[in-house]
């Protein structure tokens, strides 16, 4: 397992991952157990210091009729807030 903490900056300004700024809408993974694994998710946060970042997901149905683009119907969001010591990386 690689991965490393998200920390905030000095400035509270940004979270960083592996000392790299992360954007929100970037694609990243967490960390969950060695059943589960990685989770991918895109890194969502306020820009609130005083508020964790998230890690949040859109789900879809596969199964049901695609539409024009080719995509499977949108069921909704998924969200969970990155604790301070979830273990993060960015996609291989």
């Known amino acids: 397992m690689r991965g490393a903490r998200i920390t905030l900056d000095r400035e509270g300004a940004r ?3 592996a000392g790299r700024a992360l954007e929100v809408g ?3 993974e967490v960390y969950t157990n060695t059943a589960n694994g990685w989770v991918r998710g895109r890194f969502e946060w306020s820009g609130d210091p005083s508020q964790r970042p998230r890690i949040a997901m859109n789900l879809w149905d596969p199964n049901g009729q695609r539409d024009e683009d080719g995509l499977p119907p949108w069921v909704g ?3 969970a807030t990155l604790p301070e010591r ?3 990386r960015r996609p291989v």
Do not use: G, P, S
């Open 15 to 17: 979270y960083r991952l």
């Open 86 to 88: 979830a273990v993060c």
């Open 77 to 79: 969001d998924l969200e």
């Open 26 to 28: 970037e694609v990243i």
